[in-house]
């Protein structure tokens, strides 16, 4: 199949799936917790099979235990594609969203009954730090993209500490998560990255063009905080566990 026809029937098949979950949120919020969180993660999971993209993930059996008691996770961020599917991966994981996307059709009401923390622009990193921290003390798994920004995908940038703290605080596990994207080919691609100041578009249609496409997500060890740990020490482990883990993935 031709690359353009096979992204408008991609495209065409996304714009139906999200006017089913618009369907689906009205009545999400009838719903018990447990059940409502792992409805939107079917829903996020459901987005990468749409798009084409296969998914592998590595390490799962190593959070099994944080589920329920929370626990901040520390990717490299390439893409608007991860947080599908990282939210794919288990029911309450949730992360920071500028406050912009509550007011968003269908992903803005389904982030917000999912849980995400949304943070006012002007607030800095104290609103996040407390967001992260009410996440926390609800059992969530709290997504911290700690790069600041995205990269090509090949490479990891330096983590910064200042939302670590509540983990801290909390004695809450730390998860250092690799994502690293291939084409059909099984070799590495930048195809969905989403840097500098393009626009969402080019970046979907490459992934909707795209044949192959496949994501690896590499849950790593969890760091468990000690007492006289510093957030600065934590994010240098979680970034060189990160680096490691793309470079040799």
Do not use: C
Request: net charge positive; aromatic share 6%; no cysteine.
């Amino acid at each position: 199949m031709r690359p353009a026809l096979r992204a408008v029937g991609r495209l065409m098949r996304l714009l139906g799936y999200l006017a089913v979950g618009l369907w689906r949120a009205r009545s999400l919020e009838r719903l018990d917790e447990a059940t409502r969180r792992e409805i939107v993660r079917a829903w996020l999971a459901g987005v990468g099979d749409i798009l084409g993209v296969s998914v592998q993930v590595r390490g799962a059996a190593r959070i099994d235990d944080l589920v329920e008691a929370g626990s901040v996770w520390l990717p490299n961020h390439v893409s608007w594609l991860d947080i599908p599917l990282l939210g794919g991966i288990r029911p309450g994981t949730v992360f920071l969203a500028k406050s912009e996307i509550r007011h968003w059709p269908v992903i803005g009401r389904l982030a917000r009954l999912a849980g995400t923390q949304f943070i006012v622009r002007g607030q800095g990193s104290e609103a996040a730090a407390s967001a992260v921290a009410e996440g926390l003390t609800r059992g969530r798994q709290m997504v911290v993209f700690a790069e600041g920004t995205t990269s090509e995908g090949l490479s990891v940038r330096r983590f910064h500490a200042r939302l670590l703290g509540p983990a801290i605080e909390a004695g809450r596990p730390l998860v250092p998560v690799a994502l690293t994207y291939r084409d059909e080919r099984g070799k590495r691609t930048t195809g969905p990255a989403f840097i500098g100041q393009e626009s969402l578009w080019p970046s979907l249609w490459r992934v909707l063009r795209a044949r192959g496409l496949h994501a690896r997500i590499e849950l790593l060890d969890p760091i468990v905080p000690a007492p006289d740990d510093t957030r600065t020490e934590l994010a240098r482990r979680a970034e060189q566990a990160v680096m490691a883990a793309v470079a040799s993935s």
